[in-house]
């Protein structure tokens, strides 16, 4: 994933740290030592939110977990400093299964809390937080503890993409469908991120950029569940382009900038011998001649990863493929052969055709 590095993988789920992650970590440091803590003291803060984020992650995979019992696939968990992401290839649609999905995350850090307090009792280790300033050796389990605590109440707040929109979500679809669900359940958390936000100006600016997180993810969700309602029970077929722009494996860089620049093309499929070696968008011709010559051949700026999608696949599933795996263009077999191409354009120009043809 672009800004983002990758480090290591867990239940076959891709681990990427964003590049901001860092700088928490020496925010903590700077913070602590402007506080007079000693090293010791800042050390242990450090490993304290090593060991949040190792939480972090195990409330995503409590996510993909519960997703996969569902055969929803999750692609990678990417470590922001305000949390984790789990990128899952689609949430369930059946609101009883959305609403698991969306409780095993807070529930995961709940398991935690009771794990933890468990121990701390048999142990008779201190269990009163009113005294804590810091984190030491003799507390990091406490404030552990209800550090996961918060966790999961925070994450219950009704709010996208936080987890208690979607729960929120998955009770109004036992009633109502899942757009307008969807839309009751923005509007709550994009009230909230303007509540958010007003009081970030007046008390903690982080608030600010919190209610701004909420109020764009609640946008993004309402939009995506349009996107997908408006492409059900539309097949591949439908929008499929006959007239594939094809570039030959031998062709230039600069026969791919002609054609881009003459047609209405932004993606080719690359051909050799009658069949399909590659593809190369737009973004990979400007990169090319960046880094080549106008005379070196377009295999060397090639995608030669391909997805074939046979042409009675629903549409949607079209889509989620190339905004999850990034595929500039989905090749459409008809009977194992070649039939014509889709991609994001294409997919978006139907859209607005579906939604002009309702309205009217």
Known sequence: MKNSLFIGKVAGIKLFMHWTFPVIIFWIVFTNLSRGLNAEQVTWSVVFILALFVCVILHELGHALAAKRYHIQTKDITLYPIGGVARLEKMPERPLHELVVALAGPAVNLAIVITLFIFLRLTKLPTDFSVITHVTADNFLLSLAIINLWLAIFNLIPAFPMDGDRVLRALLSLRLNRILATKIAASIGQALAIGFVFIGFFNNPFLIFIGLFIFLGAMA???????????????????????????????????????????????????????????????????????????????????????????SEPLENALLLIQIHKYPLLIVTKDNQLYGVIDLENILEYIMVINASAVS
Request: net charge negative; hydrophobic share 40%; aromatic share 6%.
């Open 221 to 311: 969700e309402y939009e995506q569940v349009k996107t997908e309602s408006a492409l059900k029970g539309h097949t591949v077929e439908e929008i499929t382009m006959k007239d594939i722009p094809v570039l030959k494996r031998d062709d230039t860089i600069e026969k791919a900038v002609e054609l881009l620049l003459n047609g209405q093309a932004k993606n080719f499929l690359i051909m050799e011998n009658e069949k399909p070696f590659g593809t190369l968008g737009r973004d990979g011709i400007i990169k090319a001649l960046r880094e080549h010559t106008k005379e070196a051949l377009v295999e060397v700026a090639a995608d030669k990863n391909l997805f074939f999608i046979d042409i």
